[in-house]
């Protein structure tokens, strides 16, 4: 099967600033990926090079086994949810969510039919009527996904979703969003900088620092094999304890050296 998503060589420069570099990433139909990594490495201009609204400077990019590199966001068939939620003010949570396929020439039926569908899914049904003002964090946090569902794209992008939650609500929605991922076996792209979010969502995590992938791997292999001492680092919680030690070869095994404190070595 071709793969979902299919990111080769990509480069994105802002001037002479070099953001992303050389990334190469592949996605499987039904994948969960989850791009992961400190605030400005660059995770949110990936997200938006993948969804057309960035060009990119360099490689090629396809979804769906289509070279989709110079096509318009419009026509890339995805559906991405903002860290802003971009909810329009003044319409109704109904109109929000139908207001894309409107927009499309979705004939009234199928708009009331998909409407339907998917404020059941959320369970957003009695909200339907009101404005966004009218309707908590986690409440418009589940509009601005109902916008995404009802557009059934190849690819869903996130950016952030959660972040603007407190905690108890950001560890029920992240619950959601795995069950509505295994229910609609979803191709999502998901970016966050928590590496918890990260760990309990992806079936694949892509590490990234300074526009640079570190690692890609299953959280099982990120978390048991890190590449590097960054992904070692940056990735579990509590953290990882790293202990600065001398590895040398002695005779018939290999011998560890760990300097303590007050200047003594260790060896073992
Ligand atoms: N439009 C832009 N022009 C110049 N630099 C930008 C622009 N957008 C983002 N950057 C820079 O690109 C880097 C990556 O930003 P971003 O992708 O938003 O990071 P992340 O989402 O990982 O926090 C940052 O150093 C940021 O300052
Ligand atoms: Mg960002």
């Known amino acids: 099967m071709a793969p979902i998503l299919d990111i080769k060589n990509l480069y994105k420069n802002y ?4 953001i992303l570099k050389d990334i190469n990433i592949s996605i499987e139909p039904g994948d969960f990926l989850v791009l992961v990594g400190p605030s400005g490495c660059g995770k949110s201009t990936l997200l938006n090079c993948i ?6 400077s360099g490689g090629t990019l396809s979804i769906g086994g289509k070279d989709m590199t110079h096509v318009s966001p419009k026509d890339r068939d995805i559906a991405m949810v903002f860290q802003s939620y971009a909810l329009y003010p ?7 969510i139908t207001f894309g396929m409107k927009v499309r020439g979705v004939d009234q039926a199928t708009q009331d039919a998909k409407l339907k569908e998917v404020a059941s899914l959320l369970q957003i049904e009695p909200l339907l009527n009101r404005r966004p003002s009218q309707l908590s964090g986690g409440q418009r946090q589940r ?3 109902g916008r995404a569902l009802v557009r ?3 690819l869903f992008l996130f950016d952030e979703p959660l972040s603007n939650l407190d905690a108890k609500l950001r560890v029920e929605m992240r619950t959601e969003i795995k069950k509505l991922h295994q229910t609609l076996d979803a191709s999502i792209v998901y970016v966050t900088h928590d590496q918890i979010e990260a760990m309990t ?3 694949k995590i892509v ?3 300074g526009g640079v992938v570190q690692q890609i791997g299953t959280p099982a292999e990120i978390y048991n094999r890190p590449a590097n001492l960054f992904v070692a680092d940056f990735m579990g919680s509590p953290a990882m304890n790293l202990i600065p030690a001398r590895v040398q070869r002695n005779g018939t095994g290999t011998q560890v050296s760990i300097a303590r404190a007050g200047g003594a070595i260790r060896s073992c």
């Open 15 to 18: 001037g002479a600033t070099e």
């Open 51 to 56: 969804a057309g609204l960035e060009p990119i």
């Open 90 to 96: 003044t319409m109704s949570v109904a109109k929000n």
């Open 143 to 145: 509009v601005a996904m």
């Open 152 to 154: 059934d794209p190849k």
């Open 201 to 203: 969502l992806a079936t």
């Open 207 to 209: 590490v990234l620092k």
